[in-house]
C-alpha cells in the first residue's frame, strides 16, 4: 500500500512564501483563498522575540471526516492515501469546511465548489513531486510515503516522533512537523491580537476570541505568543443554516403536538390534522429551499438523491425530510377525507420521523469534528436542544392556529407571540452557529 504524507520542516523554513505562490500557479487557485500558506507565528516578549514558520495545508488523514460528511463522494480517498476531490459532484454545502479541524477547504470563487491541496495528483501521476516541493529553496516540504519500511523521512518521523495538529481529533492527520514549537500548531494559544499589526486583511466574518481558554492555561513562564500572519476565515453556515433550524423545527414540533393531541382524543380534524399538516407542509418545503439556497451549486441539489451516500448526514437529513413530507401529506388527506383507522395507523410513524427531523441534524453537528463545541458534545445534549426548539417553535405556532379557531378577541395575540418565539429561535441558533465557528482552526 501508498500512504502519501508530508512533513513540513518549520526550522528549515524561511517563510518566502514560494510554496504558496507555486500552488495557486499550478492549480491557478483565486485570490483571496489558498490551498496552501504559511503562518507567522511570534513567540516571547521584546527584544527577546522569535518568529516561527508552520505551513498549513490538508493533512490528508487516515480518518478523514470530510470524506465522512461529504453528501455526494465529491471528496474521496485516492488509491495512495491521498484525499482528493470530484469538482462534477460537489453541490457546495460546505460541510466539508466545518469537519476539517485543519481549515484545509475552502469553496472556489470560480467554480462554487469545495477545493483543497490534493497533492498536486496530476503531477504525481507523471512522476513529479507536488509543485510546493518543488519550489522551496531549503527543502523544508517534503513527501514521506507512511507504508514504506525503506522511506528515510518515515523512519525520521517515528524516531523523533514529529507532532501532527490537532491530534485530540483523531483524525490520524499524514502531515508532520520538525523543528517547531506548540504555539505554531495550536490556534489556541496564539490569538490574533487586535492591534491593526496583523498582516492579512481580516476579512471573515468570524471572530477571532480575544482570549481563549488555552492561552489562559499556558504557564507565565512560558514565552507569549501572537499570530503574525495567516488567512482570513469565513463562516461556512449562516443566516439561511439558522433559518433551516427554525423551520424544520416548527414542522417537527407542530407534528409532535398534533399527534399528541391525536393520541389525547380530540377530534377537531382542522386542529389535529387539516391544520397542523398544511403548516408543516409549509414549513418543511420553506427548509428546502434554505437548504438549496445555502448550496454554492444549488443547481445541483438533487445530486443528494441521485448520487448521495447515507453515511453522510446532510443526505441522510434529506431522506429524512422527504419521508417527513410525505408522512404528513398523508395525515392532511386522513383528515379530511379519511376514518380514525388512518389515524392509529400514522400517529406512529409521523411522529417518529417528525421528531427525527428535528434531532436528525445533532448527528450532522457531530460530523463536524473540526468544531469542538458540536462534536465533542454528548449527541443526547445536541438531541435535547433540538428537541426543545422544536417543542417551543411548533407548540407556539400550533397553539396560535388553535386559539385563532376559537374565534375570541382574548387570543388575537397568540400570532404575536408565535412570531416572537420564531425569532428568538433564530437569534439563538444564529448566535449558537456563529460561536461554534468562531473558534479558530488555523
Request: hydrophobic share 50%; glycine share 8%; charged share 15%.
Amino acid at each position: 500500500m501508498t500512504r502519501l504524507g508530508f512533513l513540513l520542516d518549520s526550522g528549515a523554513c524561511i517563510g518566502c512564501h514560494a510554496c504558496t505562490v507555486a500552488c495557486k500557479s499550478e492549480h491557478d487557485v483565486p485570490l483571496g483563498v489558498n490551498r496552501t500558506w504559511v503562518n507567522y507565528v511570534e513567540t516571547g516578549e521584546f527584544p527577546q522575540t522569535q518568529r516561527h514558520f508552520a505551513v498549513m495545508r490538508c493533512n490528508h488523514c487516515d480518518d478523514a471526516p470530510c470524506i465522512s460528511i461529504c453528501p455526494t463522494g465529491a471528496l474521496f480517498r485516492a488509491s495512495n492515501g491521498v484525499v482528493d476531490f470530484d469538482d462534477s459532484r460537489c453541490i457546495g454545502c460546505k460541510g466539508c469546511m466545518n469537519a476539517c479541524p485543519y481549515d484545509a477547504l475552502y469553496i472556489s470563487p470560480a467554480t462554487g465548489t469545495a477545493h483543497k491541496c490534493n497533492f498536486c495528483q496530476h503531477r504525481l501521476e507523471v512522476g513529479l513531486e507536488p509543485s510546493c516541493v518543488t519550489v522551496c529553496p531549503t527543502r523544508a516540504i517534503t513527501v514521506v510515503d507512511h507504508d514504506d519500511p525503506d522511506d528515510a523521512v518515515a523512519e525520521r518521523i517515528q524516531a523523533e516522533q514529529l507532532p501532527v495538529r490537532a491530534p485530540e481529533r483523531r483524525t490520524l492527520p499524514k502531515v508532520h512537523y520538525a523543528g517547531t514549537v506548540p504555539e505554531a500548531l495550536d490556534p489556541l494559544t496564539r490569538p490574533v491580537a487586535d492591534d491593526g499589526l496583523i498582516w492579512a486583511d481580516w476579512t471573515g466574518s468570524a471572530a477571532w476570541p480575544p482570549a481563549s481558554q488555552a492561552a489562559q492555561n499556558v504557564s507565565q513562564a512560558e514565552p507569549a505568543a501572537r499570530t503574525a500572519y495567516t488567512v482570513p476565515h469565513d463562516e461556512p453556515w449562516g443566516a439561511k443554516v439558522a433559518g433551516y433550524m427554525v423551520t424544520k423545527g416548527v414542522a417537527a414540533g407542530v407534528m409532535l403536538w398534533a399527534a399528541a393531541a391525536a393520541l389525547l382524543g380530540w377530534q377537531d380534524r382542522a386542529a389535529v390534522a387539516t391544520g397542523p399538516a398544511l403548516i408543516a407542509l409549509v414549513a418543511l418545503a420553506v427548509t428546502g429551499i434554505l437548504l438549496i439556497a445555502d448550496l454554492k451549486r444549488p443547481e445541483r441539489f438533487w445530486y443528494l438523491f441521485a448520487k448521495g451516500r447515507l453515511r453522510s448526514w446532510i443526505t441522510a437529513g434529506a431522506w429524512v425530510i422527504m419521508i417527513d413530507a410525505a408522512l404528513v401529506t398523508l395525515w392532511g388527506i386522513a383528515g379530511l377525507w379519511g376514518g380514525s383507522t388512518w389515524f392509529v395507523v400514522l400517529i406512529g410513524p409521523t411522529a417518529a420521523f417528525s421528531l427525527l427531523t428535528a434531532a436528525y441534524t445533532a448527528l450532522l453537528l457531530r460530523q463536524c469534528r473540526g468544531r469542538v463545541m458540536w462534536a465533542d458534545r454528548p449527541v443526547l445534549a445536541l438531541i435535547g436542544r433540538l428537541a426543545g426548539e422544536a417543542a417551543l417553535g411548533g407548540g407556539a405556532v400550533w397553539g396560535a392556529f388553535v386559539a385563532l379557531r376559537a374565534d375570541a378577541a382574548v387570543f388575537a395575540w397568540t400570532p404575536v407571540i408565535a412570531a416572537g418565539v420564531l425569532v428568538w429561535l433564530y437569534r439563538h441558533d444564529r448566535a449558537y452557529l456563529r460561536a461554534a465557528q468562531a473558534v479558530p482552526l488555523s
